[in-house]
């Protein structure tokens, strides 16, 4: 390995890390659940903002892409600073700044002054807490990566649970901006108190994990970015992100507003209104499929994971979508929907640091949550185009399909044989 370049060798968790590695996995589920209303509320504030600022949608979109690229494209950089200056000092400012985009967005009067305040500030900010915890764990957890990540990962797609039916009633009482300023300062200060207890393992290098029920295991190799960077195993994995995050963002970011053109929007199921009630079951079963399949690909291997989960996912958007003037169906399979998307989260940097080390996880993975910013493009303003040129959502639908089966088939065709190979020669 000494002609590569690379660095190889494992420890053990100290006794005093497996102690405290349950309690740092609970601050980052927090640091994690106070930065997720931004991104999956999203969809609730499109229609108020688009009447205040008086915008179409696809420009009020753009909102919604700047947060998505601004928490991507900078993660590199952010991973990198985080690993020089430790994760409780740069997380912290991460959460101040997540829960000062929506007070500053509060204030905005413009298309300009809102991609500015909710879009860069709230994409710089949440891009810092999520990287950096995620990075985190799967160094406090290198026997259990896919379960780790899983579960804060979880706490950014089910944090939102907490908020959806809030924040939908105070939009309702209290008007648009008083509801910004609001949550924003309380997401805030949770988020930062909840920081001030985050620190890395004790050791500089954790050891890596065991081989799995499908026989698969960890590389000892310990890549740097720029290593990382010139394997083109890494640039597949990009661009499987890049397919399942397009597909999984547009619903995201354009769910209200289709709900409304399949008159979902007025309907109550169940006793409660339609979208909110469908809102929170996402939210929920995206944050339940990011731990339950980070588990099942701790033992069953992650490639198979990938390929049943996001095939899951194109299935049930088609159902959804065939379905889509019954109330009720429009509900469950929304849950559906996400529950084969939010796993992403999971799967690709328990993958990554499989293969790539650990040492250098938090920015590896700074680099491949690029491909998040780049499925909010496709994901929102372009999907949002596509449907106010077509006049319809089928070829939306028909392109996320299309992605999420694509990806599932490259998940067990070509990354399962090339991954092996990769990690067998460098084993």
Known sequence: MASTGLTTGASPLAPASSRTRWLQLSLGLVCMAAISSPQYVWTLLTRPLAAKLGVPLPELQVTFSLLIILQTFFSPFQGSLIDRFGPRRLIAIGTL???????????????AMLYLTYGCVGGLGTGIVYVGVVGLMVRWFPDRRGFAAGMVAAGYG????????????????????????????GFAVIGFLASQGLRTPPLAEDRPAGASASGEGASRAQYRPSQMLKEPLFWLMFAMMTMMSTSGLMVTSQMA?????????????????????????????????????GWVSDRFGREH?????????????????????????????????????GEIFSLFPSTLTDTFGSRHATANYG????????????????????????????????????LDLATALLAIAVLKPWRKRFMAARS
Request: aromatic share 14%; proline share 3%; with cysteine.
């Open 367 to 402: 680099w491949l949550y690029i491909s998040q910013g780049i499925g909010s493009i496709f994901g929102g303003p372009l999907a949002a185009l596509m449907h106010q040129h077509t006049g319809s959502w089928h070829p939306v639908f028909a392109t996320a399909i299309a």
């Open 158 to 185: 089910m944090g939102a649970i907490l908020t959806t039916f809030p924040i939908s009633a105070s939009l309702a009482s209290r008007g648009l901006d008083s509801t910004l300023w609001m949550f924003g300062i």
């Open 305 to 341: 994971t990938m390929c049943f989960a996001f095939a899951l996912e194109g299935v049930a958007m088609a159902l959804w979508l065939a379905t889509r003037d019954n109330a009720v169906l429009f509900v469950l399979l929304s849950g559906v929907v996400f529950f084969g998307w």
């Open 97 to 111: 700044l997540s829960g000062l985009s929506w007070v500053l967005a509060a204030q905005a009067g413009s298309a």
């Open 257 to 293: 507003t289709f709900a409304r053109d399949f008159g979902i929007t007025e309907v109550v199921v169940f006793g409660l209104a339609a979208l909110p009630l469908a809102l929170t079951i996402d939210r929920f079963t995206n944050g339940l499929t990011r731990p339950l399949f």
